[in-house]
């Protein structure tokens, strides 16, 4: 499995972004999720997926304002960031699992990471 991420950028705050996530060679039966990472910070889980659509989960910080959708014709997770606050801004990065996880907010349970794509909310 291959993950390329792509789409930040900067954007001010109210502002919206989509960032994709091409995961090649994840079958229906994986999951997709995505993390951001602050200077500073920790890893956060932001959003995560099953490829076969049983699921889809955001973190309270993010819910409301992001969207996941999947194309999967494409092996495509796209994150649809609409209403950007300045403690947006990060390194988001796209993750996968060949099977669903039940602790899907936890960074360490993913094996396979894309390279991140930067996006700046500010003013």
């Known amino acids: 499995v291959q993950l390329q991420a792509s789409g930040g950028g900067f954007v001010q705050p109210g502002g919206s972004l989509r960032i994709s996530c091409v995961a090649s060679?994840?079958?229906?039966?994986?999951?997709v999720g995505w993390f951001r990472q602050a200077p500073g910070k920790e890893r956060e889980f932001v959003a995560a997926?099953?490829?076969?659509?049983?699921?889809?989960v955001y973190s309270d910080s993010v819910k409301g304002r992001f969207t996941l959708s999947r194309d999967n014709a494409k092996n495509t997770v796209h994150l649809q960031m609409n209403s950007l606050k300045p403690e947006d801004t990060g390194v988001y990065y796209c993750?996968?699992?060949?099977?669903?996880?039940?602790?899907?907010?936890?960074?360490?349970?993913?094996?396979?990471w894309g390279q991140g794509t930067l996006v700046t909310v500010s003013s």
């Open positions: 993750a996968a699992r060949l099977t669903w996880h039940v602790a899907y907010y936890n960074p360490s349970n993913y094996i396979y």
């Open positions: 060679g994840l079958t229906s039966n994986g999951g």
């Open positions: 997926t099953r490829m076969n659509g049983a699921r889809t």
